[in-house]
């Protein structure tokens, strides 16, 4: 099992741009894939993106396609999300975790299949 740390939440105004990191401890990080997920109050966690153990493939949820790129650094065991153009509606409580399925898992991503999730940094944005 992964501890991970995610940083880089903040209040931005719509349309503007922030960098999530999850820095992760543990041995094992480059043989997961990885996910970020999201939540806001009364609604359950969200599927956002996920990237391969090796880093060569990525999917997004439909809502954020063309908008975040999830990226990582096995060297520096640090999974990335850069959010661009953000909207209001992607406010919420981002969390990264260790995609725990087989490796040539897809869809869909839910978040029970996920584990070792971090405390989640808070990202708001204003309109």
């Known amino acids: 099992q992964l501890r991970l740390v995610e940083s880089g939440g903040g209040l931005v105004q719509a349309g503007g741009s922030l960098r999530l990191s999850c820095a992760a401890s543990?041995?094992?990080?480059?043989?997961?894939?990885m996910g970020w997920f999201r939540q806001t109050p009364g609604k359950e966690r969200e599927f956002v993106a996920r990237i391969s153990s090796g880093g060569g493939v990525t999917d997004y949820a439909d809502s954020v396609k063309g908008r975040f790129t999830i990226s990582r650094d096995n060297a520096k065991n640090t999974v990335y999300l850069q959010m661009n153009s953000l909207k209001p509606e992607d406010t919420g409580i981002y969390y990264c975790?260790?995609?725990?399925?087989?490796?040539?898992?897809?869809?869909?991503?839910?978040?029970?299949?996920?584990?070792?999730w971090g405390q989640g940094t808070q990202v708001t944005v204003s309109s």
């Open positions: 543990g041995r094992t990080f480059s043989t997961y894939a």
């Open positions: 975790a260790q995609d725990g399925r087989p490796w040539y898992s897809g869809r869909p991503y839910r978040a029970d299949s996920f584990g070792s």
